[in-house]
C-alpha cells in the first residue's frame, strides 16, 4: 500500500493540506479546508471545496483555479472520509499523512536532523521549509477521537519553539489522543527545553528516545555523531527530572546485537524510570538499506540475548516490548513481549504465514523485508 | 519516500573515527576486595560491581586496559573508567549516588511502641528481658503512648512504619488499640501513610484481635523457629504448646487476613544449625511465602556466655548457605518462597534505590532511620540500645518522652556522635572495602562487644557475616545459572 | 622483593624493598591483619621490615603471612586509585548533593534557541 504517490496534473501554487469528504452536502463552513473525492457515488463538485480528488474517469473541470481538480492515482483509491493529504502544486506530489480508521499515524515534523544514523530509515535532508507548517495546518482537521499520534522525522526537537507549539496545538486539537515523538533527545540537555515540554502539560505525551549502546564509543559510531551518546543521556535525566515520560528504543543491528543485556543492565542501572524499553528489529529502507551488509543480524542469532536482557528488566520491574519480530524467530516465553509493531501500510506477511496459528497476533514483516528476513520463519502449527 | 530532496552528506565514518585512544583514559573512584581466591570484586562511587580477576584490575588501575577488550567496554559501561567523550558518566553516576541516598531525606521511618515487657514466653535468648505475664509496673500509659505519637508524627517521612515490639504487645491490648486508632486519625490529618505491624508470638490471638487488624490493616509479624521440637526448644512457654499456638495463629491470619498480612521470622540457636532444610520445609508447610533467616542479636539472655546461643560467624554463613540454597532448590520447582534478607541484600547490590533497611545503613540507621518508644517513656535510637539500658548500660538513652522535647533527644552528643564517627564512607577498613556500598555502620553492637562504636572490623563479627553474605550472593550472582534467576526474581 | 624469615620465637619477619612499597601500604595492610598477628614495623636504608607475630586466632601463620603480603600490594593499588580519583570523588559527592548541576552548569541555564541554529551534519571530530 502506497501512502504517496504523483497526479498527473501541475499548477502554480504552494504545498497544502486538505481533508477528504466523501459529502457533496457537506455544511458550508467545513468546506474550505477540505477535498471532496468525486467517484461514480459522488459527482457532483459542489462549490467551495479547496480542491475536488478526481477517482472517475470523467474529465472535470473546476470554475476556479485555486480550486483545482485533481487527478486521483488508483493507488490512493482508499482515501475515505477524514483522511488528510497532503498536496504539492509544482510537482503533483500526493502525501496521506493521516488515515481516520488507523492505528498508525505518523507525521513528519521535520526532515532535518542532527544525527546520520547508520540504519536510517527516514534518510535527513540539509533543509526543511515545510513539514512543519503543514503539519499546523493539518492538526486541525485530525479527527478529535484520535487514539495515537506519532510526531516524527528527521529530528522534531530542532525545531526549537515550533516544537513546542506543535505539541501545545496537538494538546488543544487533541487532547485525548496519545502522543508520541520520537526524538534522539539530544537537545533537551537543554533544560529549559525539557522543561518548556513538561510546562505544555500534554495529558499523555511519551518521548520515544533512541539508544543504541550503553558505551559511548558504540552508539556515537551508530548514529554517526561524536558526542551523541553524551548529549542523548543528558536530554532522556532532564526529561525525567522534568517529570516528563521518556521511552527508549533500540534498533537491534550486528553492531550491538551481542550486548543486549548489558545495555539491559546499564538501562536499569540508569534509567529505571523508563516506561518502556523496545527492542526493534531493522527496517532495511533508506541508510538501513544502504548499509545492510555490515548491519544485518538474524534474530535467531542473537535470541538468547534478547531473552536475557528482557528477563533483567522484567526482574527490574521495568516495562519493556519486542518490535518487528516475528513470533517464529522468538522462543514462546518471549511472545509476550512481542506488539504488532509494523504499520499496516507497510505489512506484509509471505505463504508460510498464510496457515500459520498465530498469524493474527505477529506483526508480520516489513513490506521493504521480503527479500531480507530471519531464515527462521515459518508456519506454527496450532 | 522521495522527497525530491537531495542530501548531500559526508559518506559513513569508520569505526576508527569513534573509537576511544587506547591508553587514554581516567579511573573513576572505585572499591575492591577478594571475592575468593582467584577473583576480586570491584564496586564503584554508586555501588555497581564487577567480578574479575587480579590481573585484570591492576591493568585498570596501571591504565593498560585497551578498548577493544570486553573488559574495558563493562568497566566503561559500569562507570569504573571514562574516557574522552563520556563526560556524561559522571552525571548518571552522582544520580546514582543521590538515588541510593535519598531514604536520609526521609528521616525517621521506624516507630517502634513496646506496650508492655510482660510476656508469657520464656524464649531462651530473649533480648528484652522480658518479664512475667502477671508482673505489674511494665504497662504504658495513654500519656506516654500519645507521645510517642505526637513525636511519631514529627518526622518527615512521607512513608512510616509503627511496629509493635515487647515483651508480647497484645498482653496490653488496650494501649495498643489506642496508639494504632490515634495514629490512623492523626495520619489522615497528616496525609501520611503509615504502615502497621504487630511482633507477637500469637498466642493471645482473638478473633476481636483479628477483626482490629481487618479494619485498621494491621499486619502481623511472628517467630517460627522451625519444626515442633526446635521452635518449642528455643521457645518454650509454661502453659501451652509454643508451636502450636504460632502455627495456629498463622493459619488463621492466613484465612482472615491473606497470607501477605503475616510474616515470619526465623531466629537461629545453636540447636538450628544443622537443621536448615527442616526449618524451611517448615514454612512451606505452614503456607507461607517468605522467611528471613537472623543470626541472634548478643544482648539479653542472648549474651550470657555458653548458652546455646553462643556459635561462631562460620556456623552462622554456613547455615545461611545451606537454607539459601534448599529454597532456591524449592524455588526451581515451583515453590513460592522468598528469603527476605538475601532479597534485601540483592536489591541493596542489583538496583541503583536505596532499601530502609535500618540494621545497614551508613550513616548508622539509629534515630535518623528508626527510634523505640520503651513502656515507661524512655527513647532509644534503635532497639539494641534499649537491649543495653535492660542491661544496665543506659549510655544510648536520648532521654524521656515525658520529660525530654524532640530537638534534645533527636540533636543529642550521643547520637550525633554515633552517627558521625562510624561512617563507612570514612572509618579505617570500611574506607576502602569492596562491598561498603552494601553494608552499614552498627555502632551499638559495636560498642556492646568491642567497647567501642567504631569497632576493630577484622574482629567483627556483624564485619565477617556480611562479608560473607555478600561474598556469597555475588558468588551466585556471578554464576549465571538458574539460582541467579531465582535471585533475580526476588527483587520485586 | 620481601623476604621472609623465621625468628626464634615463632615470628616471621618480612622485608619490603621501600623502592617497591609505600610505608603507607604496609601500615594499612598491618592493620587490617591486626587480628591475625601482632605487628611491628622498622624502617631500615633499604628496606621496611615487618615483624608479625602470631596470635592465638592464627591459624595457618605461613599462609596469612603470604596473603599480608599481597594485602601490601592491594593497599598500594588502593593509594593508586586514590590519587587519581580523590577529586572526582569529591566532585561527584557535591554534585549529588546540591539542587542543580554542577557538572553541566551551563546547560542548566541556557537558552537553546541559538544552539539551533547548528544544523544537522554532525561529523566526528578530527
Not at chain 1, 492515482?73 to 499523512?97: H, K
Not at chain 2, 539494641?384 to 544510648?396: C, V
Request: charged share 20%.
Amino acid at each position: 500500500m502506497l501512502l504517496t504517490d504523483k497526479t498527473s496534473a501541475r499548477w502554480d501554487g504552494n504545498p497544502f493540506v486538505v481533508r477528504v469528504s466523501t459529502d457533496p452536502d457537506r455544511p458550508e463552513p467545513l468546506r474550505a479546508k477540505e477535498a471532496l473525492l468525486l467517484s461514480p457515488t459522488c459527482q457532483t463538485a459542489s462549490p467551495g471545496f479547496r480542491a475536488y480528488l478526481n477517482s472517475t474517469d470523467l474529465r472535470l473541470q473546476s470554475s476556479k483555479p485555486e480550486a483545482p481538480v485533481i487527478p486521483l492515482p488508483s493507488s490512493l483509491s482508499y482515501l475515505v472520509d477524514g483522511d488528510i493529504v497532503q498536496i504539492r502544486p509544482l510537482t503533483g506530489d500526493l502525501r496521506v499523512i493521516y488515515r481516520k480508521g488507523s492505528r498508525h499515524n505518523s507525521v513528519i515534523v521535520t526532515r532535518e536532523c542532527n544525527n546520520y544514523c547508520l540504519m536510517c530509515s527516514q534518510p535527513p535532508n540539509e533543509t526543511d521549509t515545510e513539514s512543519a507548517s503543514l503539519l499546523w495546518d493539518s492538526i486541525p482537521l485530525m479527527d478529535i477521537d484520535t487514539p495515537g499520534l506519532i510526531f516524527s522525522g528527521g529530528e522534531p526537537s530542532l525545531l526549537g519553539q515550533r516544537f513546542i507549539e506543535l505539541i501545545r496545538r496537538a494538546k488543544s486539537f487533541l487532547p485525548h489522543t496519545a502522543l508520541h515523538i520520537l526524538s534522539n533527545g539530544r537537545l533537551f540537555k537543554y533544560l529549559n527545553f525539557a522543561k518548556d515540554i513538561a510546562d505544555v502539560h500534554h495529558p499523555d505525551i511519551v518521548i520515544g528516545i533512541p539508544l543504541y549502546s550503553d558505551v559511548s564509543h558504540e552508539h556515537d559510531e551508530i548514529v554517526q555523531a561524536e558526542g551523541a551518546f553524551d548529549d542523548t543521556v543528558r536530554g532522556i535525566l532532564n526529561l525525567a527530572r522534568c517529570g516528563v515520560a521518556v521511552e527508549l528504543r533500540i534498533v537491534i543491528t550486528s553492531m550491538n546485537s551481542a550486548s543486549l543485556k548489558r545495555f539491559a543492565r546499564f538501562v536499569a542501572r540508569n534509567f529505571p524510570f523508563c516506561c518502556n524499553v523496545a527492542f526493534m528489529g531493522l527496517e532495511p529502507v533508506g541508510f538501513a538499506k544502504t548499509n545492510i551488509k555490515s548491519l544485518w543480524v538474524d534474530p535467531v542469532d542473537y535470541e538468547s540475548g534478547l531473552n536475557s536482557a528482557l528477563c533483567l528488566l522484567e526482574a527490574h520491574n521495568i516495562p519493556a516490548s519486542i518490535y518487528n519480530h516475528q513470533l517464529c524467530t522468538l522462543r514462546r516465553d518471549l511472545w509476550r513481549f512481542a506488539r504488532q509493531s509494523i504499520s499496516d501500510w507497510k505489512n506484509v506477511f509471505l505463504d508460510a504465514c498464510q496457515p500459520c496459528a498465530v498469524k493474527h497476533e505477529c506483526c508480520g514483516l516489513f513490506s521493504s523485508a521480503a527479500e531480507m528476513h530471519s531464515r527462521a520463519i515459518k508456519t506454527i502449527p496450532a | 519516500m522521495s522527497t525530491g530532496h537531495q542530501h548531500r552528506r559526508p559518506p559513513f565514518e569508520p569505526r576508527s573515527a569513534f573509537s576511544p585512544v587506547a591508553f587514554h583514559y581516567s579511573l573513576l573512584p572505585f572499591r575492591f576486595t577478594k571475592l575468593d581466591e582467584s577473583r576480586y570484586v570491584l564496586t564503584n562511587f554508586s555501588g555497581d560491581y564487577f567480578v574479575t580477576e587480579r590481573a585484570v584490575l591492576v591493568g585498570l588501575v596501571k591504565k593498560t586496559l585497551t578498548p577493544d577488550s570486553s573488559a574495558y567496554v563493562e568497566l566503561k559501561s559500569r562507570h569504573f573508567l571514562i574516557d574522552s567523550h563520556n563526560a556524561v558518566a559522571l552525571q548518571l553516576l552522582a544520580t546514582q549516588y543521590r538515588t541510593k541516598q535519598q531514604p536520609l531525606s526521609e528521616f525517621t521511618g521506624l516507630h517502634m511502641f513496646v506496650p508492655t515487657l510482660r510476656c508469657d514466653n520464656s524464649c531462651f535468648y530473649c533480648q528484652a528481658s522480658r518479664k512475667p505475664s502477671t508482673a505489674e509496673g511494665f504497662d504504658m500509659t495513654e500519656s506516654v503512648a500519645d507521645r510517642g505519637v505526637d513525636f511519631m508524627f514529627r518526622s518527615p517521612s512521607t512513608v512510616l512504619k509503627l511496629e509493635f515490639q515487647g515483651g508480647e504487645p497484645l498482653l496490653n491490648f488496650g494501649i495498643l488499640r489506642h496508639i494504632v486508632e490515634r495514629t490512623r486519625a492523626l495520619s489522615l490529618l497528616n496525609g501520611r501513610l503509615v504502615n502497621i505491624v504487630i511482633c507477637s508470638n500469637l498466642s493471645f490471638l482473638s478473633d476481636e484481635i483479628l477483626d482490629f487488624c481487618e479494619n485498621h490493616e494491621v499486619n502481623l509479624s511472628t517467630s517460627l523457629d522451625g519444626p515442633r521440637k526446635l521452635h518449642n526448644l528455643n521457645r518454650p512457654n509454661v502453659d501451652f504448646d509454643s508451636y502450636e499456638r504460632t502455627c495456629a495463629g498463622i493459619t488463621r491470619i492466613r484465612e482472615r487476613l491473606g497470607v501477605q498480612r503475616v510474616s515470619a521470622l526465623v531466629t537461629t540457636t545453636r540447636y538450628s544449625l544443622n537443621q536448615p532444610n527442616e526449618i524451611v520445609d517448615e514454612y512451606v508447610k505452614q503456607g507461607l511465602v517468605s522467611m528471613f533467616l537472623r543470626p541472634i542479636n548478643p544482648y539479653g539472655f542472648a549474651s550470657r556466655v555458653g548458652t546455646p546461643t553462643s556459635y561462631s560467624t562460620v556456623e552462622w554463613l554456613d547455615f545461611y548457605k545451606k537454607a539459601l540454597d534448599y529454597i532456591i532448590h524449592l524455588n526451581l520447582k515451583g515453590v513460592r518462597l522468598r528469603e527476605e534478607y538475601t532479597a534485601l541484600l540483592l536489591r541493596r547490590i542489583l538496583t541503583p534505590f536505596g532499601t530502609g533497611f535500618v540494621d545497614l545503613q551508613s550513616p548508622a540507621g539509629i534515630g535518623i532511620s528508626a527510634v523505640l518508644f520503651n513502656h515507661d517513656g524512655g527513647v532509644y535510637p534503635s532497639d539494641e540500645a534499649r537491649m543495653l539500658a535492660e542491661m544496665g548500660d543506659r549510655r544510648f538513652c536520648l532521654g524521656n518522652l515525658l520529660t525530654d522535647s524532640y530537638e534534645n533527644m533527636m540533636l543529642s552528643d550521643v547520637l550525633l556522635d554515633s552517627l558521625s564517627e562510624t561512617m563507612t564512607e570514612t572509618v579505617p577498613n570500611c574506607v576502602d572495602c569492596g562491598f561498603q556500598p552494601y553494608c552499614g555502620a552498627d555502632p551499638i553492637r559495636h560498642y556492646r562487644l568491642q567497647g567501642d562504636i567504631v569497632g576493630y572490623k577484622p574482629k567483627s563479627e556483624f564485619c565477617q557475616r556480611h562479608m560473607g553474605l555478600f561474598r556469597h550472593l555475588i558468588g551466585l550472582l556471578e554464576r549465571q545459572d538458574e539460582s541467579t534467576e531465582v535471585l533475580m526474581r526476588w527483587l520485586n | 622483593m620481601e623476604n621472609m624469615c623465621r625468628t626464634a620465637d615463632g615470628s616471621l619477619v618480612v622485608k619490603f624493598d621501600r623502592h617497591v612499597y609505600r610505608l603507607s601500604a604496609i601500615k594499612k595492610a598491618a592493620y587490617k591483619y591486626g587480628g591475625l598477628f601482632h605487628i611491628l614495623i622498622e624502617n631500615a636504608d633499604d628496606f621496611i621490615a615487618a615483624t608479625l607475630k602470631p596470635t592465638a586466632a592464627c591459624q595457618a601463620a605461613d599462609v596469612a603471612a603470604g596473603e599480608f603480603c599481597n594485602e601490601v600490594l592491594d593497599q598500594d593499588l588502593r593509594e593508586d586509585i586514590a590519587a587519581e580519583t580523590s577529586g572526582i570523588r569529591d566532585l561527584l559527592l557535591a554534585h549529588a548533593f546540591s539542587k542543580t548541576s554542577l557538572i553541566d552548569l551551563d546547560l542548566e541555564t541556557e537558552d537553546y534557541e541559538p544552539a539551533l541554529k547548528i544544523r544537522g551534519t554532525a561529523k566526528p571530530a578530527e
